[in-house]
């Protein structure tokens, strides 16, 4: 059985991969312009060989392929796969199908950074104009940290139940922080709110540069720990009972959890229901064992965010939605589809 399973999520993967590529060059090639698939590729090939400009390709053409939409489009992969392997892992640790980074606070944390750089006017001397950005992720980080120092002089064993609960309250207080800072200042208060309903419009290779090695090492080192993790989706008590330290484990998924959705959420803003529609479609079409569950999470989170920038992009002409109502549009029934199936099970 178990090598059936195997099977199919290898073949899932082979599948994923090309399935990734073919959608991120429709995303690339998409838009107010529209650039034909194999003109996108050979620019793709052109610029990063240093060669001349294929014959029939304008330079203008080269320009919007390389310098804003495939930024762009690998920004939303790696956000996506990051919110996607993070929501893996805060499922599997809590034994919620229906938790997320989301749950511990960590959105609203990075909003309180964010509302802080941009309303207060406070800048991050090792960070420059990633100001925003790294205090959005410290915030998010930080939010997980104090959630669990706070479960840990609660209960030792650092109980999902309680975990959930502490999030929760982090996450309205936080909501609450955010709204009096950004309320200190009207115009800002419009960029804020625009931030947070998600956008990758005039992101450049920076913050590219900034996600994939934050994207790359966290899921490595979530990877790592693959093993423990299919312990503990099965309950504390059953990780303890073959060895394995259920808090001390926690704490460190968390705290990868925590960088990978702060990072992204610092870059990205508030886009919700990936890190949840993702892990769900994995367990149910491939495995539930995460040495494969992890990277389909990625692949598929990865390339559903993409696909929703590009509706974002696409759905109204002239017109930009903001990412989180796209992804929310979808992931709202979903949500609804999962908690009312467990009900009639448990039932």
């Known amino acids: 059985m178990k090598n059936k399973q195997d099977k199919k999520a290898l073949a899932g993967i082979a599948f994923l991969i090309p399935a990734a590529v073919v959608i991120a060059a429709i995303g690339v090639s998409a838009g107010s312009v529209a650039i034909s698939p194999i003109d996108t590729v050979r620019v793709i090939f052109a610029s990063l060989f240093g060669r001349s400009l294929p014959d029939g390709i304008a330079e203008a053409t080269a320009t919007i392929i390389w310098n804003l939409r495939l930024p762009r489009v690998a920004l939303a992969f790696l956000t996506g796969a990051a919110m996607s392997v993070g929501g893996a892992v805060t499922q599997s640790v809590l034994h919620n199908p229906l938790a997320s980074p989301y749950t511990l606070g960590v959105s609203s944390g990075a909003s309180v950074g964010a509302a802080i750089v941009t309303v207060l006017g406070v800048s991050l001397p090792f960070a420059g104009r990633w100001s925003l950005a790294a205090a959005g992720t410290l915030f998010g980080v930080l939010t997980v940290i104090i959630c669990i120092s706070l479960c840990l002089r609660i209960d030792k064993n650092l109980s999902s139940n309680t975990i959930v609960l502490l999030g929760m309250v982090l996450s309205l207080f936080l909501s609450a922080v955010f709204t009096f800072i950004s309320g200190l200042d009207r115009d800002k208060m419009t960029m804020l709110i625009r931030w947070q309903q998600g956008s990758f419009a005039s992101k450049g290779y920076e913050a590219v540069e900034v996600m994939l090695p934050v994207t790359v090492i966290g899921i490595a080192a979530v990877m790592v720990f693959s093993r423990e993790l299919d312990i503990l989706s099965f309950g504390d008590e059953q990780a303890m009972s073959v060895g394995v330290s259920a808090a001390k484990i926690k704490w460190l998924l968390l705290a990868f959890t925590a960088v990978l959705t702060g990072t992204a959420v610092s870059f990205a803003g508030v ?15 491939f495995s539930p064992r995460h040495r494969y569950l992890i990277p389909i999470s990625a ?19 002239s017109t930009e ?10 992931g709202a029934p979903f949500f609804a589809a999962v908690y009312f199936s467990r009900r009639r099970q448990s039932a």
């Open 321 to 330: 939605l903001p990412v989180g109502a796209v992804t929310a549009f979808i």
């Open 271 to 285: 886009i919700g229901f990936i890190d949840l529609i993702a892990p769900h479609v994995a367990r149910r079409l």
């Open 299 to 317: 692949l598929m989170g990865g390339s559903f965010m993409v696909i929703a920038d590009l509706a974002a992009r696409m759905l109204i002409p």
